[in-house]
């Protein structure tokens, strides 16, 4: 990322937590590894606060929609500006009209979030998505704790998110949320959680593998390591559950 892009960014208006703040230190073990590149929690802006991300589309799924100014945005990052993954190498090149340095190339995972449409004391977790190089470190469920706290700051009573694959929903369980039930109209499964505590239902188990069940039962276009992971974990309950390097966003 330019320098010039870097220095509108800090002067923006939004709270940024220093590295780990509260005393966890800049390289953390994540249960696959040690992340030895130090990040920062940074919080760009409320819903409606116009804060948009440029993401390289190569290295992460839904980068289109971060440019969108609508959702609030949080991102881990490396605290200096620099590359997020130096040793990443994009499959494709980019079109002569794209020029790599608009990238917010120092963005090591982003989530963007805005009130639930029919029930404003929900907030929604829209899009969360990983650096290609970083996936499988458990940086998606970081990320959702730390911004899960800071929507409970903000007046939130739950948090919502609604997930299409098994990988997404045992790392949702990772964070405190719980399957609702609840499937959309898109065949997603709808995760919940209280926006100050993890979720407390009377039925964990239960509803744990409800959820992993629906991915099979649905009409669903499993690859198999999706029906492997599922079939592994229909006999455990939430707490054995472990996204590991297989898993996908979050």
């Known amino acids: 990322m330019r320098p010039a892009r870097r220095e509108r960014r800090l002067q923006s208006n939004r709270a940024v937590t220093p590295p780990y703040a509260g005393g966890e230190p800049a390289c953390v073990h994540l249960g696959v590894g040690v992340v030895e590149t130090a990040m920062e929690y940074a919080f760009l802006g409320r819903p409606g606060s116009g804060a948009v991300l440029r993401l390289d589309y190569r290295a992460f799924a839904y980068a289109g929609k971060f440019v969108v100014g609508t959702a609030g945005k949080a991102v881990l990052r490396a605290p200096d500006g620099s590359p997020a993954a130096p040793e990443w190498s994009p499959d494709r090149p980019l079109p002569p009209t794209v020029d790599e340095r608009d990238f917010d190339d120092d963005v090591i995972a982003a989530v963007s979030f805005s009130p639930d449409r029919t029930d404003p004391d929900c907030c929604r977790l829209r899009y969360v998505t990983v650096h290609a190089a970083r996936r499988g470190e ?14 409970a700051d903000d007046g939130y009573e739950r948090v919502r998110i609604a997930v299409n694959n098994p990988f ?20 997603e499964l709808e995760l ?3 926006a100050d505590a993890p979720a407390d239902f009377s039925d964990p188990v239960v509803r744990y593998r409800a959820g992993l069940r629906a991915f099979l039962d ?26 590991d390097s297989r898993s996908r966003e979050p």
Do not use: I, N, W
């Open 138 to 151: 458990g940086l998606g469920p970081r990320l959702l704790d730390r911004t899960v706290a800071r929507l």
């Open 168 to 187: 997404a929903y045992a790392a949702l369980y990772k964070c405190g949320f719980a399957y609702t039930g609840d499937q959309t109209g898109l065949a």
């Open 192 to 194: 919940e959680r209280p």
């Open 218 to 243: 649905a009409d669903r276009d499993l690859d198999p390591e999706e029906r492997r992971f599922v079939a592994e974990r229909l006999d455990s309950g939430p707490a054995d559950s472990t996204a």
